[in-house]
């Protein structure tokens, strides 16, 4: 039986956390926005999910940067090494967001304070990061998208990510960390 969450909020330290309920074949996945109590920074970190809903939508307004999944290449998948059933769960309602719809995801997302969209889980077997980053690129150069635009890796860690700041270096990186 898989449960449906149910969207809540919590503070926890200088952070107010909110949780987003996501479409996937799992139980009580959520996305979750993090709002920086004395900046009002806000991070959106949304993936496994199959499918952009409209409250998954209205949580990714105003943010400053986004983590969003760039799961699999739509050719790559039907190429791909997996049977049509995973093929087909991979894909649908309840799976995971291809390049094409994390593209239009993340061009429906841009305000002017978004300065970083981080593309993430990708596949290693349907996708490639400089795939996802053409894909998803293409769509914000089209919607004027003047941030900067990272791929995530299966491997390494990516970032630092700082808000308020449009790919120029920063002096000092704040490392944020929540422990529970």
């Given amino acids: 039986m898989i449960l449906t969450p149910r969207k809540s909020t919590v503070t926890v330290g200088d952070f107010y956390l909110e949780t987003v309920p996501v479409s996937h074949d799992a139980n009580e996945p959520i996305g979750v926005i993090v709002t920086s109590l004395d900046e009002g920074v806000r991070a959106g970190i949304i993936y496994d999910l199959g499918h952009v809903t409209e409250s998954v939508s209205r949580a990714l307004d105003k943010l400053d940067i986004l ?49 970083n969209i981080v593309l993430a889980h990708l596949s290693e077997n349907c996708n490639n990061p400089r795939t996802a980053l053409n894909t998803v690129g293409e769509a914000l150069r089209r919607a004027r998208f003047k941030g900067r635009l990272t791929a995530s890796s299966q491997d390494r860690v990516v970032g630092p990510f700082c808000a308020g700041t449009r790919g120029e270096t920063v002096s000092a990186p704040v490392q944020l960390a929540l422990g529970i």
């Fill in 67 to 115: 983590v969003l999944e760039a799961n699999h290449d739509e050719a790559m998948l039907r190429a791909g090494p997996y049977p049509p059933s995973v093929q087909k769960r991979i894909s649908g309602n309840s799976g995971h967001l291809s390049n094409r719809v994390a593209a239009k995801t993340a061009g429906q997302s841009i305000h002017i304070g978004l300065n």
